[in-house]
């Protein structure tokens, strides 16, 4: 059975940080891509990172610059680095993993 944990969000003002975990169990975490995604009330959940297996990544222009995606295969850990946050920042923030879903991580960025 896959599960997806993540970790790591809260309130932080506008131009502070946050590092989202995500912690896979039950899957071959190392061939497949890896995904971070968020949803805003209301809204349809977006794509705003993800990373290949070779490491490869690709970001939404709405993070790019500002957000890193990164993973530990050997820890089949995920992790999103988040500077410079902004108020439209804020939203739930969930890890994907071969179509499994986390139970979402919320993260506030104040103004």
């Known amino acids: 059975q896959v599960q997806l944990v993540e970790s790591g969000g809260g309130l932080v003002q506008a131009g502070g940080s946050l590092r989202l975990s995500c912690a896979a169990s039950?899957?071959?975490?190392?061939?497949?891509?890896l995904g971070w995604y968020r949803q805003e009330p209301g809204k349809q959940r977006e794509l705003i990172a993800q990373?290949?297996?070779?490491?490869?990544?690709d970001y939404a222009d709405s993070v790019k610059g500002r957000f890193t995606i990164s993973r530990d295969n050997a820890k089949k850990m995920m992790y999103l680095q988040m500077n410079n946050l902004r108020p439209e920042d804020t939203a739930l923030y969930y890890c994907?993993?071969?179509?499994?879903w986390g139970q979402g991580t919320q993260v506030t960025v104040s103004s």
């Open positions: 039950g899957i071959i975490f190392s061939v497949t891509t």
């Open positions: 994907w993993v071969a179509g499994n």
């Open positions: 990373i290949r297996r070779d490491g490869y990544t």
